[in-house]
């Protein structure tokens, strides 16, 4: 320990037992000796890895349509397995018709 550090030391209140105690404390330490560090190795470069492709955004036009497109698909199923046939469904002709010569009543 030197002598400024001990002066520095002494003017910031330390007491002369303490400043004692480092000094033998640093004389009974072994001083590492500095080692040599081996140079790291140069690590090859990491292979660069492709980036994942994404999938192009779809507009909110092709969304809608599939959903759509996918409701009629799930109507048509759903009808199909009724189990009944679909009652057919009546043109304007046929009303005519039913209009102009309409079914006889049994009594």
Do not use: C, F, H, Y
């Not at 002066?7 to 480092?22: E, F, P, R």
């Amino acid at each position: 320990m030197d002598k400024e550090l001990i002066k520095k030391l002494s003017k910031a209140g330390v007491s002369s037992d303490v400043i004692l105690a480092l000094m033998l404390d640093e004389e009974d330490k072994p001083q590492p000796e500095p080692t040599q560090q081996p140079e790291p190795a140069q690590q090859p470069e990491p292979a660069q890895q492709p980036e994942p492709k994404q999938p192009a955004p779809v507009g909110n036009d092709a969304i809608l349509a599939a959903i759509e497109k996918l409701t009629g698909a799930v109507q048509a199923a759903n009808i199909r397995n009724m189990g009944g046939s679909t009652p057919k469904q009546e043109t304007a002709g046929d009303v005519l018709a039913q209009i102009i010569n309409p079914k006889e009543k049994e009594a």
